[in-house]
């Protein structure tokens, strides 16, 4: 059985995580200066091979996300640009007040869920 369990994914919908965190633009005149003739339209294409929103459409196995609410890193948005390009059997878990990391109810969660996808009863102690 294949399936995924991404926990606060990124690389999604690259020009909304530029949006929705600034901090990411801070690199960007930086490898202008160093490139000349590159552009802030010429990276964002380069980016967008590396996009996982691109190529989600090509995810065929079972997927279950989580990501934290109030997430500054990776921004919620970002991935959920990502998921709902999935075709696939999804389900997500958000986390209102969780920032960059996984609640551990979320851990526990995702090992039910992947001892199901594996036909496994028992995980063994909580």
């Not at 964002?44 to 997927?63: G, H, K, Q």
């Not at 890193?73 to 999804?90: D, N």
Request: with cysteine; glycine share 8%.
């Amino acid at each position: 059985m294949v399936f995924c369990a991404p926990d606060i994914p990124w690389m999604g919908d690259w020009k909304g995580y530029l949006e929705a965190a600034p901090w990411g633009m801070e690199n960007y005149p930086k490898l202008i200066r160093a490139n000349p003739g590159l552009t802030l339209e010429g990276i964002n294409r380069l980016l967008s091979y590396f996009d996982t929103m691109n190529m989600a459409e090509w995810i065929t196995c079972p997927v279950l996300m989580s990501v934290g609410l109030q997430d500054d890193v990776c921004p919620p948005r970002t991935a959920f640009t990502t998921y709902h390009a999935v075709k696939s059997l999804k389900e997500y878990h958000v986390y209102p007040f969780a920032g960059h990391r996984v609640e551990p109810v979320h851990q526990k969660l995702k090992d039910r869920w992947m001892a199901g996808m594996l036909g496994i009863d028992a995980l063994g102690a909580d």
